[in-house]
């Protein structure tokens, strides 16, 4: 037989009026990605380039990530493990030469350019807290007062002497300290 006869005896269609069937190893999965929008407190344009490498090197992702511009002063960054994602959100806060990052976590359904990026979640310091009064309750109250609470530092109720303690907080940062 030639070439050319093959090709004439060759149909697309099946008798038995199925299709194909794929097994599931042939299937991939979709990789899970984390998301995180942000934008530098500044007017002025930043070099995108140097502030993907600079921040891909302080953040370190094991799992690597990406950085996209969404225009407006607004970036993605988008982590493939979770633990990167938090250790960059505990991290925090970040800058790049002097502006301080604001970001936020995304969800899969969220607009990108909608998200709102006017807080900042960061430690604060509380200094001469008398010792009677370094409890759970007490920071949160002090929490509450500066922003929204989040969680006190596990190390201030190891009754130890401390000169300060610490709590995390979410800062408005349309609001004057």
Request: no cysteine; charged share 25%.
């Amino acid at each position: 037989m030639n070439l050319e006869s093959l090709y004439a005896n060759l149909s697309m269609e099946d008798d038995d009026g199925g299709g194909f069937v794929v097994g599931t190893e042939e299937v991939q999965e979709k990789k899970s990605t984390f998301v995180l929008v942000g934008r530098f407190l500044t007017d002025k344009n930043i070099n995108f380039q140097a502030m993907q490498n600079v921040m891909a090197s302080l953040w370190r992702p094991r799992e690597g990530m990406e950085v996209q511009d969404l225009g407006g002063f607004r970036f993605s960054s988008v982590f493939y493990h979770i633990l990167d994602l938090r250790k960059v959100i505990e991290g925090g806060p970040w800058t790049f030469e002097q502006n301080m990052l604001v970001y936020k976590q995304a969800d899969e359904t969220e607009d990108l350019h909608s998200i709102e990026l006017n807080e900042i979640e960061m430690w604060v310091q509380v200094h001469e807290v008398p010792k009677g009064f370094i409890s759970e309750n007490i920071m949160k109250n002090v929490g509450m007062y500066v922003g929204k609470y989040v969680k006190s530092d596990p190390t201030n109720f190891d009754n130890t002497w401390k000169s300060y303690v610490r709590i995390r907080v979410i800062l408005d940062i349309q609001r004057p300290l």
